[in-house]
């Protein structure tokens, strides 16, 4: 818990000096746990965790009546912004163009604002009106009790799905999945495999200046704000990997780069929204994949014991798996 807590301190320290002023107040049980920080021009600060937001006070207090949170002002929202782009906006401005910055640690900022278009699309986003600052959380071991249901053999592995609702722990799990595949293990007989982690928003390995701030492992090769159809076939064409990691896939062109995957002999795990097998059966993109049965494995989440639990694996038939569930 105490490192969660460091983290915690650390992050505020990219904050406006009143904001973290009081933010560092709030009860040290509740840092750890902290998902998100919201700042939103002329409302009161909010923290969410457990699935619950809360307003906090200028006593570092937590409450669920908006009257007592401190009010977020333009001055917090302008200093903050100046803060988390190292008073350089215009070095951010891809991210910027995208919704959102990555800070040191691999947290990412979400930006709301005035967007605005030029001839190429969104080129900038400015009179920033809210900052969500997402904490990026590392479960390391999450995975560990998956593992041996994921491969064939020593060098071998089951296409893998996993189904998840919003901020049920989807892109945690992944990271550690692709960490264990990347790193093989000892206690699974399995030797590593070379990973091509397609990290279009910056979320999975939260690249910062060249620098992997998470940790997905030694035989892991990360494109960083890619395009998942465009990643998948860079990594088909230059990086030879034996697993592609995708996160969030849903689009036709995601999955026309997935068939020139699995084409090229390469085996593939992804993320996509979701609470069932039969929800994404629906969805008109991915009917194709499943009339196919390219997924090997299912993994549904759900938060009924906490954020990442496992409600079920499943095989490609929807057949469920026993396995025996760690932490």
């Known amino acids: 818990m105490m490192k969660e807590v460091k983290i915690y301190d650390s992050l505020i320290g990219n904050l406006n000096e009143d904001l973290k002023n009081v933010l560092i107040k709030i009860p040290l049980h509740i840092k750890g746990k902290v998902e998100e920080i919201r700042l939103k021009k002329e409302k009161p600060l909010m923290i969410y965790y457990e699935g619950k937001d809360y307003f906090v006070t200028k006593t570092g207090n937590l409450s669920k009546d908006m009257s007592k949170g401190i009010i977020v002002g333009e001055n917090h929202i302008v200093s903050t912004f100046q803060l988390i ?18 800070i040191t640690g691999g947290h990412r900022v979400g930006i709301g604002g005035k967007v605005v278009y030029g001839n190429k699309g969104i080129e900038n986003i400015k009179n920033i009106s809210s900052m969500n600052i997402r904490i990026a959380r590392e479960k390391m071991g999450i995975s560990d009790s998956l593992i041996p249901n994921l491969i064939k053999g020593k060098k071998d592995f089951f296409n893998t799905l996993i189904i998840s609702p919003p901020q049920c722990g989807k892109t945690t ?23 091509s982690l397609i990290d279009e928003r910056s979320e999975l390995a939260g690249m910062y200046n060249g620098v992997a701030q998470k940790d997905v492992g030694l035989r892991t090769d990360i494109l960083d704000g890619c395009l998942k159809s ?15 990691a995708v996160d969030e896939i849903g689009g036709k062109r995601d999955v026309d780069a997935i068939h020139e995957a699995l084409r090229a002999g390469i085996k593939l795990i992804a993320t996509i929204h979701g609470s069932s097998i039969h929800e994404i059966r629906e969805k008109l993109s991915m009917r194709d994949i ?38």
């Open 85 to 102: 782009s190292n008073y350089s906006p215009y070095a951010y401005l891809e991210e910027i163009r995208n919704g959102y910055i990555t």
């Open 173 to 195: 799990l992944l990271r550690d999945i692709v960490r264990n595949l990347s790193n093989g293990t000892i206690t699974s007989n399995y030797e590593g495999f070379k990973v």
């Open 230 to 244: 465009d990643g998948i076939i860079m990594a088909i064409r230059s990086l030879s990997p034996d697993i592609i």
């Open 290 to 327: 499943f009339q196919e049965k390219i997924f090997e494995r299912y993994i549904v989440l759900d938060r009924s014991k906490g954020v990442g639990t496992v409600r079920e694996l499943l095989d490609g038939n929807g057949k469920s798996i026993p396995f025996i569930k760690g932490a």
